[in-house]
Nanobody, 123 residues
Framework: QAQIVESGGRSVQPGGSLRVSCSVS????????AGWFRRAPGKERAFVAS????????FYSDTVKGRFIISRDNAKNMVYLQMNDLKPEDTAVYYC????????????????WGQGTQVTVSS
């Protein structure tokens, strides 16, 4: 059974940086797309960033482009999201997911999800 576990979420001040991590076990990881999504208070879950199974292609939502960086280490079965210049509107539960395909930005293409990690941006 696949297990996806996020870690690294915490409270941070506006303008700060934070890296959240995702560990994948129990399924083939190399070659399958991975992504980060988030759910802000009172809002629907939204796409944040995705990375191709080979790690060579990435895509970001307009709200985080230029501030966030997604990466992966296929040897360690890990996915990362480096978040810079954080804003209060980035406050959300961040979810890591693994796709059925090599790359996707659509949540419906993701078959395995973690439980999420809370990121709070506040002064």
């Amino acid at each position: 059974q696949a297990q996806i576990v996020e870690s690294g979420g915490r409270s941070v001040q506006p303008g700060g940086s934070l890296r959240v991590s995702c560990s994948v076990s129990g399924r083939t990881f190399r070659g399958y797309g991975a992504g980060w999504f988030r759910r802000a208070p009172g809002k629907e879950r939204a796409f944040v960033a995705s990375i191709h199974g080979n790690g060579l292609k990435t895509f970001y939502s307009d709200t985080v482009k230029g501030r966030f960086i997604i990466s992966r280490d296929n040897a360690k079965n890990m996915v990362y999201l480096q978040m810079n210049d954080l804003k209060p509107e980035d406050t959300a539960v961040y979810y890591c997911a693994v796709s059925r395909t090599s790359f996707s930005i659509h949540s419906t293409d993701y078959s395995h999800w973690g439980q999420g990690t809370q990121v709070t941006v506040s002064s």
